[in-house]
């Protein structure tokens, strides 16, 4: 990777100049990021960090889909832990909450403190995350996550970017299409696997009782 003294993109200004590690969720999520990343000559390492992903099958598939997509661009891989049990002593008590709620915060500050403890160890300037990228996730709580984060392991500043804006939900489309990724169900715990699954199992419309 070239040093950031030779970034082009205004737009991709971290918070501080030096190595960036970039925590990402999923390959389909952090596909347009690397890409732009890369072609703009950001020095920056692929963090995977995701013990919420159940059962270990799909997690090894998701990991297996992200690392591909990491080398494909040159870009280092760090394969951390499957710490589910520890996952579940911190989220499991919020398994009735839905999506986007108190148990998805949690989550969030799970896995950006660990990428942030990673970065303060091994010298990175600054951290950030492809959560924000999904439509899907409150963005705003993944910036609560990594300002939770970033003091928690008093090192790195973390990079609050919003990942959906300059075109790169776009982007992100056209890659799903082109690279053919694995096309995840949930999001990612056994409880947003119920939960998908129970609206999968809904039938499209309830019937009617008004008469006509
Ligand atoms: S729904 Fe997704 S973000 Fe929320 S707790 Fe489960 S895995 Fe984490």
Known sequence: ????????????????????????????????????????????SV??????????????????????????????????????????????????????????LECFKLRL????EYAARNSYAAFSTTLSSSRWKNIEQVFEAGAFAEKAAGGPKFWARNWRRGGLSERRAQLLRERGFYNQQYCGCEFSAKASAKKRAEPPCAPSSEKP
């Not at 403190?113 to 942030?116: F, R």
């Open 1 to 44: 990777m070239s040093s950031a003294g030779k970034r082009t993109d205004p737009n991709l200004e971290p918070p501080a100049r030096g190595r960036i590690l970039l925590h990402s969720c999923c390959a389909p999520c952090s596909a347009a990021i690397i890409e732009r990343l890369s072609k703009d000559g950001a020095e920056f």
């Open 47 to 104: 963090f995977y960090f995701n013990p919420n992903i159940f059962p270990r099958e799909e997690y090894e598939l998701r990991k297996s889909e992200n690392k591909k997509l990491a080398e494909s661009f040159g870009v280092e891989f760090i394969d951390a832990d499957w710490t589910h049990g520890e996952w579940l002593a911190e989220c499991g008590a919020l398994a009735g909450e839905p999506e986007r709620g108190a148990r998805c």
């Open 113 to 116: 403190l660990k990428t942030a």
